[in-house]
């Protein structure tokens, strides 16, 4: 690589980063295995999320929760919420997701996902490498940048607050496979902590 390439290579790393707070590295995006025979139905509903890696709309968030329903389109509603301590405010995101390629079989669990972010839509992808519906969900994103750098996000959620010791087990697999340790960041969820000032959130219970 020479100097202007190098040169150009630091600058759109530092314009990924600014944007997105994904982990960003050199190469391209992999193309992990995925959940197959995916069950959208049975994947909906709440998931709180134990841990990520640090993204900048995240920054300090705890507290985190993502809710998944049907549209009448027969898309994905994407509800997140989350909490920036020290407020006690929930602040909250709306977003569509749809299935990549619906017409495969089996269907893979891969999703794009959209947020409106003011006057242009941000897409990302949304692959669920592994599930088992009903405890635990690890959940990886990449996009690549002029074919030498890629930017990855990556969440593990739960149908509860905290993972069992076998939920976590199953976890950790996908995470030693295909994830860094290291930049997985904890996420606080705590009932006390992470109770609510706003009676129509039940998520949490109430602030004492």
Known sequence: MNSIQLIAAVFVLGLVQLASGQVVSTGQC?????????????????????????????RGGECVTAEYSLNEDGSVRVFNSMMVPPSQVRSSDTGRAVVAFPDQSPLEAKLNVTFDAGAVDVSANYWVLGTDYDNYAVVWGCFGVADTLRAES????????????QAEA????YVDEFLNEADLRPTI??????????????TYPPCQ
Not at 36 to 55: A, K, S
Not at 154 to 164: C, F, G, H, I, M
Request: aromatic fraction near 16%; charged fraction near 20%; hydrophobic fraction near 35%.
């Open 170 to 173: 199953e976890v950790q697999r």
């Open 154 to 165: 990556a969440w593990v959620l739960s149908r509860t607050p905290q993972l069992s010791a």
């Open 30 to 58: 992999q193309d992990y295995p995925v959940h197959v025979n995916f069950d959208v139905p049975r994947y909906l509903g709440l998931w709180y999320e134990i841990r990520r890696y640090e993204q900048v709309f995240q």
């Open 189 to 202: 969820q705590d009932g006390e902590f992470c109770c609510s000032i706003d009676p129509a959130v039940t």
